[in-house]
């Protein structure tokens, strides 16, 4: 009389939950991986929309040639009283542009 199998042996079960848990833990790595990198670029976005709002009302709302704002540097263009090149600057994001002031 010949005796069938039903089912696994103790041995195959643990090395499919190790090879199953092993795969889990990588793609979990994985996810979290790309969740920092989103949330990275996300925040350098919003860094860049500030810098460009900065410099844009800077174009829009002539500052005072003499004036030194926050994290926004003036240079006087030599020759001409009512002209300056504006740097905004943030952390990683830097605009540099021609603006006429009072």
């Keep these: 009389m010949t005796r069938s199998r039903h089912g696994f042996t103790l041995p195959e079960v643990c090395v499919a939950l190790t090879v199953f848990l092993v795969g889990t833990t990588a793609l979990l790595g994985c996810w979290n991986f790309f969740n920092r990198e989103v949330a990275d670029e996300r925040m350098r976005l919003e860094e860049f929309y500030d ?6 009302s800077l174009v829009t709302v002539r500052p005072n040639c003499d004036s030194l704002l926050v994290s926004v540097r ?17 952390e990683h994001y830097s605009l ?3 603006v006429r002031c009072r």
Excluded: C, I, Y
């Design 96 to 98: 540099k542009r021609l």
């Design 74 to 90: 003036l240079t006087r263009v030599p020759g001409n009283p009512h002209l300056a090149w504006v740097v905004v600057a943030r």
């Design 51 to 56: 810098v460009q709002s900065a410099m844009e």
